[in-house]
């Protein structure tokens, strides 16, 4: 066995997820030396990001490696075997944050331009552009996704139910989208019959060729396709809805994905801005772009800009913005406390976590005085926004889903290879002038797509390669084959592209063994309802879903259902053999970190760690023959059933069990379940000990835990904290660290 084959990599990121590793990869650093297991990090936090690209602009001393391109490369290697934790999306206001907090560390960073000018400007943003929004998994998701609650998550939220706000079906909650002028109503597809290269070119209303992009190097039988958003028939959808969300006396809420879709939703979400403040934005024109005010930065850029000048025009500014809620409706509220709203941030409200914390809540949303009312969901784009009306028209009819009850809805999502609107970042455009946007085959002229677009309006190229397409067939019918489950295609016939999958997947399907399999193709909505008819009986059913659905329902159901996507189990089967391994779908949770920092209490939950690590060793174990992984595997699931059980998950509360103590409890048990097997005895004898020691500790190590807490924490830094007081923070029981340190393999 080669030392690549027994290497884990393992992600430092952002946020809590990063304070939590701090933690605990000690602990799994120790028990994989068990197996002759090295598990080595890759920095692909937010800060490492930005200093691996401005490489060239550091000291030589100062530069590190581009983890993320490494890790890019890894995933192509059949030994690959990575374990990825959540992180930040970045926001262009959180690229700003993390680079003032670099530069104030002596790292000369240059700042993000808004308007590039210089040839240097331009090159700085490109640069950061790459490192805006979700950059990082289009990079390492080699292979598709295969994302289920595990048996003993599912088994405790059973036994532990989480709240769910009663749904009467009086209640006025609605999903409100556009029928017209959308991506979806615009979009052409088409799957190529042969390889080609391809250009985006634009022609103004003169005449004038521009071209966009060139040599987009396609492959036989790719699916491509073109779209584009209406900036008119937006702005007018909105206007409608905020009149509609006033006269039905609802809360009006806003509803995009502004972090993935790092390029058309920030759009998207500033036109919001522009419209619900329109006597503002219209009334201080000049001024505002005098002092180069981003509405697609929230209204927290408005408030953060207007703080450098004079207190008389601020404040009337100020009153002008609060006199805009006088003639709208109420607007949900982020945090009612601190004035922060729908419409301050783009990267607060997150249409995947958002609606189903919505539906989980009876339909309801914060309003301005700290109390639950019922909303308009506005979500634009109509292509996915049915599902949830779906869901919401099921709960008025049926009532709240009950966790203890229902079945589980398990994904197999179409994602390798930038699948989809996941890939189209790199060919979105929001046009300058009106005219036509063509995509042209580069060796014969033939046109492919054309669009007759106007100022404003976005437009976007999508493709998704042929073999991750037949990877995803595999994949599903592997799935049911395993479950028994139904298999179900979240596909629409009358949408362009999902036709054209619709044709690839009835093709692929005869290449495997389906007989006695459920495999069913539906429209996003009718399998919504299937879906949930399905659960209601508490019978399970798989979700074979594009990029997008794969994303939203990944959180959607598990938060329905356990109360929280971090819970899950996420595993990417890499097309080359190799596994990646992603610790849950809910984020890198900041208001856990401002806890954390106020309090001493970190409240984020390993649990997708725990479960993520178990599915490594297992992928090690039959990858390379060590059986001793696999055993390993086995007793940390052990472990993490017992920490369910016995309640050891962390608490929401200061001066209780945190995530610290949930990773002491993690350590016994899987020492204890290590001591208690029979598979392996070399490991039996190596770990009685440590299970003895942890065990004998018990109370003094929780003491020292629990004394970290009460009181404000200083990490020195958020996205770039520093590494001794961080680990300090994180690590502060002397005897658990001493325990760890003397345990030889």
């Known amino acids: 066995m080669s030392n690549a084959e027994s290497k884990i990599f393992y992600t430092l990121t952002d946020e809590a997820p990063a304070l939590a590793t701090r933690s605990l990869l000690p602990i799994f650093q120790t028990f994989a030396s068990a197996c002759d297991v090295d598990i080595d990090t890759k920095d692909i936090s937010l800060a490492g990001r930005i200093l691996a690209n401005f490489s060239h602009y550091l000291k030589p001393e100062q530069r590190v490696p581009d983890a993320l391109a490494e890790l890019g490369e890894l995933v192509l290697q059949p030994s690959a075997n990575v374990i990825k934790t959540p992180n930040i999306s970045a926001s262009i206001p959180q690229i700003r944050a993390a680079v003032a907090e670099l530069q104030a560390k002596g790292f000369a960073i240059p700042d993000l331009p808004d308007d590039p000018q210089t040839e240097e400007e331009i090159e700085i943003r490109a640069i950061y552009e790459r490192v805006k929004g979700s950059n990082v998994n289009p990079v390492i998701r080699e292979g598709n996704s295969d994302r289920r609650a595990p048996a003993a998550v599912k088994n405790y939220a059973r036994q532990n139910p989480h709240s769910m706000g009663e749904w009467l079906p009086s209640s006025k909650s609605h999903v409100s989208t556009m029928n017209g002028g959308d991506f979806r109503s615009s979009e052409r597809s088409m799957t190529l019959r042969k390889a080609c290269s391809v250009k985006i070119e634009f022609t103004d209303k003169y005449g004038n060729k521009t071209v966009k992009q060139d040599g987009i ?127 301050h941030v783009p990267s607060d409200v997150i249409v995947d976590a958002s609606m189903p914390a919505m539906i989980r809540n009876s339909g309801k949303m914060w309003n301005m005085d700290g109390e639950l009312q019922d909303a308009k969901a506005v979500i ?232 993520a690590t178990a599915a490594s060793f297992e992928h090690l174990a039959d990858a390379t023959d060590n059986a001793k992984a696999d055993v390993l595997a086995k007793t940390l699931d052990a472990a993490t059933s017992k920490l369910l059980t016995e309640g050891k998950s962390p608490s929401r509360k200061v001066n209780e069990l945190d995530n610290r103590g949930s990773h002491y409890y993690l350590a016994l048990y899987w020492a204890e379940a290590l001591a208690a097997q029979n598979d392996d005895a070399d490991l039996k004898t190596k ?53 760890l340190a003397g345990f030889t393999a």
């Open 217 to 343: 190097e396609l492959l036989k039988g790719e699916v491509i396709d073109a779209m584009f958003m209406s900036k008119k028939a937006l702005r007018k959808f909105y206007e409608e809805q905020i009149e509609d969300a006033k006269n039905k006396g609802v809360l009006f809420s806003l509803h995009v994905k502004a972090t993935m879709m790092k390029v058309s939703h920030p759009i998207v979400f500033g036109h919001a801005v522009t419209v619900f403040y329109k006597d503002v934005y219209e009334k201080y024109a000049t001024l505002f772009e005098e002092l180069n005010v981003q509405p697609n930065n929230g209204l927290g850029n408005l408030y953060n800009i207007i703080k450098q000048i004079s207190g008389d025009l601020r404040e009337k500014i100020e009153a002008d913005i609060m006199a805009c809620y006088k003639d709208r409706p109420a607007i949900a509220m982020v945090d009612s406390d601190k004035g922060i709203s729908n419409l």
């Open 380 to 611: 634009p784009e109509s292509t996915y926004a049915y599902i949830y009306q779906e869901v919401i028209d099921y709960c008025k009819e049926h009532g709240a889903l009950d966790p203890t009850k229902i079945g589980s809805v398990s994904n197999v999502g179409l994602m390798a290879q930038k699948a989809e609107e996941y890939g189209s970042h790199d060919k979105t455009y929001e046009m300058q002038y009106g005219g036509y946007m063509r995509v042209i085959d580069e060796a014969d002229g033939m046109i492919l797509f054309e669009h007759a677009v106007e100022e404003g309006d976005i437009w976007r190229m999508c493709q998704v390669k042929d073999a991750p397409i037949q990877d995803w067939v595999k994949l599903a019918v592997t799935r049911a084959r395993k479950t028994g489950s139904p298999a179900v295609f979240w596909l629409d016939k009358n949408r362009p592209h999902e036709a054209q999958l619709i044709i690839k997947v009835n093709e692929y399907l005869k290449d495997h063994d389906t007989e006695g399999l459920t495999i069913l193709i539906m429209s996003p909505a009718e399998a919504t309802r299937y879906s949930l008819e399905v659960i209601n009986e508490g019978r399970d059913v798989i979700s074979v879903t594009g990029n997008v659905l794969r994303d939203y329902l990944t959180d959607l159901f598990p938060i329905l259902e356990v109360g929280t996507s971090a819970k899950m189990l996420s595993i990417v089967p890499l097309m080359n053999g190799g596994g990646l391994f992603e610790t849950g779908a809910g984020g890198s949770a900041p208001k856990h970190v401002q806890q954390f920092v106020k309090e001493g209490h970190l409240r984020w939950d390993s649990l997708g760690e725990f479960l």
């Open 687 to 739: 770990f009685a000990d440590l299970a003895k020691q942890l065990a004998d500790n018990e109370a003094k190590i929780v003491e020292e835990l629990n004394a970290a807490q009460g009181h404000e924490v200083d990490i020195d830094g958020y996205y770039y904290p520093s590494e001794e007081k961080a680990n300090a923070a994180m690590r502060p029981s002397e005897t658990l660290n001493s325990i």
